[in-house]
């Protein structure tokens, strides 16, 4: 059965950073790409960032672009995204998924495995 656990959030001022961390098991996922989500209160699901297998395909949402960093670790089984300079409109529960696809013409557009989805950690950013 797979398991995918997040964890790192929390508490931080504007222009801060965290580091989220999403640890998956129950088979190798080294073959699957994964990505980190966000919802905040009243607002849609995001597609934050994405990761390929290899990690050699990456994906961020545009608002974000240059301050958030995903990466992977696949002897680990697990996937981070190191966020910088953080604002308070990033303030959102993140998801991870461990089992994601995703095209980015002309518009992105991201399938999810729904077995796969982690309980979320709640990142509050304060002005």
């Known amino acids: 059965q797979v398991q995918v656990v997040e964890s790192g959030g929390g508490l931080v001022q504007a222009g801060g950073s965290l580091r989220l961390s999403c640890a998956a098991s129950?088979?190798?996922?080294?073959?699957?790409?994964m990505g980190w989500f966000r919802q905040a209160p009243g607002k849609e699901r995001e597609f934050v960032a994405g990761?390929?297998?290899?990690?050699?395909?990456?994906y961020y949402l545009d608002s974000v672009k240059g301050r958030f960093n995903i990466s992977r670790d696949n002897a680990k089984n697990t996937v981070y995204l190191q966020m910088n300079d953080l604002k308070p409109e990033d303030t959102a529960v993140y998801h991870c998924?461990?089992?994601?696809?995703?095209?980015?013409?002309?518009?992105?557009?991201?399938?999810?495995?729904?077995?796969?989805w982690g309980q979320g950690t709640q990142v509050t950013v304060s002005s």
């Open positions: 129950g088979r190798t996922f080294s073959s699957d790409a």
């Open positions: 990761i390929s297998g290899s990690g050699s395909r990456i």
């Open positions: 998924n461990a089992k994601i696809a995703w095209e980015s013409r002309p518009v992105v557009v991201v399938t999810t495995a729904e077995d796969y």
